[in-house]
């Protein structure tokens, strides 16, 4: 068996990245997923300790300050952190961990575990991931736009991360996730030519 191994798994919001996370986790059982903490308010059928840990922003600057994070930022006025001590107890008992954070995050994880793997999830048009973020009903048109305009600075990112995967079709972008985890590389040939197309359309470059 291969050493445990940290993933970082970043996209833009309606991406579809907490999708294909959960759909992993159902389907490899040595995969856990870092449970983070924020200041946002919790959404319709979240969790406390199950989607993240909701605390106040008082309670979230003390564990800042006592460097309790391995990463922390603030993201759509929200404060978000991944915690140093369950991280580091998941991978001493032998399993792959997974970090949902943005690409601030990611870069600030790479400073702690320079091992660590990377990947950045993109949408296959604007006009699907605007699509999602309506369907999925949790956000006011006003943020809605806001989340669109901020996907460009987000998906600007992409090149820092060691794998991009294009999620137009959900079971072949599962199998890509999964093949990055166990085999650490894609399972779909990589079009270059369709990658460039779709990240000009993304980034407005076309």
């Not at 959404?43 to 006592?66: K, N």
């Not at 296959?124 to 973020?133: A, C, M």
């Amino acid at each position: 068996m291969n050493d445990p191994n940290l993933f970082v798994v970043a996209a833009p919001s309606g991406g579809g990245k907490t999708s294909l996370i959960n759909a992993l986790l159902d389907r490899d059982k040595q995969v856990r997923l870092s449970v983070s903490h924020t200041t946002r308010p919790p959404r319709p059928g979240e969790r406390d300790g199950v989607h993240y840990h909701f605390i106040d922003e008082a309670s979230f600057q003390h564990l800042a300050d006592r460097d309790a994070f391995l990463e922390h930022a603030r993201v759509f006025d929200h404060y978000y952190g991944t915690g140093r001590e369950a991280v580091e107890r998941q991978l001493a008992s032998g399993y792959d961990v997974i970090l949902d954070i943005d690409w601030q995050g990611a870069r600030q994880i790479r400073d702690s575990f320079p091992s660590c793997c990377t990947v950045f999830i993109v949408p296959p048009s604007l006009k699907v991931l605007r699509q999602r973020l309506t369907t999925r009903g949790q956000d006011s048109e006003a943020v809605i736009q806001r989340r669109m305009r901020d996907a460009r600075t987000e998906i600007s990112h992409w090149s820092e991360f060691d794998f991009l995967i294009i999620n137009d079709n959900f079971d072949e972008a599962l199998s890509d996730l999964r093949s990055i985890i166990r085999d650490g590389e894609l399972s779909r040939p990589v079009d270059n030519r369709q990658r460039r197309e779709i990240l000009a359309e993304l980034l407005g470059t076309g």
